[in-house]
């Protein structure tokens, strides 16, 4: 929403496939994040990135990789290495990384797999 | 590490009446607290945080939120509910060594009904 745009708003993925999930921001947010959402578990962190060309694991990044190239982007990748990876991921941003500054969220995208 | 409990998962209150969200957190040093909506299949919705000064803090849509530092409690409270209230609602809390990432709790189902 906003100044977020995080594409697809669904995916398919067979078993054994890498898949892409794109987040792209005009905002001009330094700090960028994704979370993985599964029903009654609330969110979970998966990586962050707080400047461009580093970012950090989060709670759950195995099977995941990111990449922060431009300030704009901070795409993930959901490897086949993820046994589980049937959830809806949220990609969100802050202005700093200071604690002060609440998210801005995408409007997600719906990973499936057949 | 820091954590944040959302006792309740679901929330029943009639359209009119006062309603109330619970959120209980610890995190080392000083807390940095925020309250979040999300609506079917989309992304959060920034509500109301606490950084400092009034223990009582107003935000968006007519919600407030009452900080409680003795007992380590940030709960959401309006005097009146609508049934557009009806969604799920996330505390966070950003703080201490980990600042530079939130922890969300499970979150919280509000049902309003008319």
């Known amino acids: 929403d906003g100044g977020i745009t995080q594409s697809p708003k669904y995916l398919f993925r067979k078993e054994g496939q890498n898949v892409t999930l794109s987040c792209e921001q005009n905002l001009n947010h330094d700090a960028m994040y994704w979370y993985r959402q599964d029903p009654g578990q609330g969110l979970r962190l998966i990586y962050y990135?707080?400047?461009?060309?580093?970012?950090q694991k989060g709670d759950i990044a195995e099977g995941y990789s990111v990449s922060r190239e431009k300030k704009e982007s901070f795409p993930l990748t959901v490897t086949s290495a993820q046994k589980n990876p049937t959830a809806f991921y949220l990609c969100?941003?802050?202005?700093?990384?200071?604690?002060?500054?609440?998210?801005?969220f995408g409007s997600g995208t719906r990973l499936t797999v057949v | 590490a820091q954590s944040v409990a959302q006792p309740e998962d679901q929330v029943n209150v009639a359209e009119g009446n006062p309603l109330t969200v619970k959120c209980t957190y610890s995190v080392s040093g000083n807390p940095y607290l925020f309250w979040y909506v999300q609506y079917p299949n989309r992304g959060l919705q920034f509500l109301l945080k606490y950084i400092t000064g009034d223990n009582l803090v107003k935000g968006s849509y007519g919600f407030e939120a009452e900080f409680n530092k003795s007992q380590t409690s940030f709960h959401l409270k309006k005097p009146s509910a609508l049934v557009s209230d009806s969604a799920l609602y996330f505390c966070?809390?950003?703080?201490?060594?980990?600042?530079?990432?939130?922890?969300f709790g499970d979150g919280t189902t509000l049902t309003v009904k008319p």
């Open positions: 990135s707080q400047i461009v060309n580093d970012f």
């Open positions: 966070a809390v950003r703080g201490g060594f980990n600042a530079g990432k939130s922890t």
């Open positions: 969100a941003t802050t202005q700093r990384q200071e604690e002060v500054y609440g998210y801005t």
